[in-house]
């Protein structure tokens, strides 16, 4: 077989390694998720992937897949999105599993900056004899574990920071109001975000505001909201204003963290204390300009709604400019239409 046909097959079973991985994107946390599919003579004998945290990885499934159909994985090759893991955490490292199945090839989308692995699961195989082959389809699969791989590499979370504007940059008016400026498909997309996220950081004045529960009850993600780990709560009240827990719902959980610190310490935290390599920003113009000027944000997500609040309605983001060269930039990621709003994702462009 010529280089540029195995070539065109990699990146076609890699595809597929990458449709399975992406079923675990709401109920992994805070495992990364991965997805993994074993071919023989051209043919699929199984796939997997990996559900949620405790259960066995998408190599266990792919390779107890292709046993349940009768298939023998001697010379097999396997594609997974994620560098198998090379030692023992709440479950077996999956490079002695595939050494076990006698394959001859596997090939990797992206190796695991976790210092517990970080090209140990690719040495192992190695060691053993099995061809191996790393970056096919790399971005694709990286995109599914952003927050994981930043956390790994830096012990910060991937910051996603979204809001909800007119068409003249305003989120509510002069008086507050803000329920609803977009349409129920937007708010429906959010859900999703909130279901993608380890951490959902407020602040005090939207508590105050809007007493909003910040929960995932969204009927649509195509997953049990039981399998769902729920995401953290944190309210930044550095002004001590929250003082009667009755009185705000998201008060009366458990897990609802009240942060009176530093940005960078919060963010800090949430990875080394909770787990949490996910942040999502719901917060008024206050709070989402402060992230931005602190350059905390690295995925910025604007759902702009069809009307106009006027001047005196609030502005997305409180931050003072005093020369244009100090100007927030960011880089248009995607433009998409929801309902009868537009979603707009800008990346940092630092």
Known sequence: ?????????????????????????????????????????????????????????????????????????????????????????????????????????????????????????IKKLQNAGIEVLVGVCDQQAAALNL??????????????????????????????????????????????????SAAIVTGSGTIIADNPALTVRSKQLGVDLHMLPKPKVVIVDRRNRLSDLDDYQVLNRDDTLIWRNDLMSLLKTLVSQYACYDVLIEAGSELSGTFITEGLVDELIVYQAPCILGQDARPMFACQLDHLAKQYRFGLHSADIIGNDIRLIYHSLT
């Open 147 to 196: 927050g994981f791989l930043k956390a790994m590499r830096t012990g910060l979370p991937y910051v996603r920071l979204k809001t909800a504007s007119s068409l003249d940059g305003r989120t509510a008016t002069a008086s507050g109001e803000s329920k609803w400026i977009t349409g129920i498909e937007a708010r429906e997309d959010v859900q999703r975000l909130r279901a993608k």
């Open 1 to 121: 077989m010529n280089d540029k046909r195995l070539i065109q097959q990699d990146i076609y079973y890699m595809q597929l390694a990458i449709a399975e991985a992406k079923k675990g994107i709401y109920t992994t946390r805070p495992n990364p998720a991965v997805g993994c599919v074993l071919v023989k003579d051209s043919l699929v004998i199984g796939q997997g992937y990996h559900p949620k945290a405790g259960q066995p990885h998408a190599e266990i499934f792919a390779l107890a897949d292709a046993k349940a159909r009768g298939f023998d994985t001697k010379g097999a090759t396997a594609y997974v999105t994620l560098e198998p893991c090379s030692h023992t955490g709440r479950t077996p490292p999956c490079a002695d599993a595939l050494i076990a199945a006698n394959l001859r090839r596997v090939v990797v989308a992206s190796l695991d900056p976790n210092p517990k692995v970080a090209g140990n699961g």
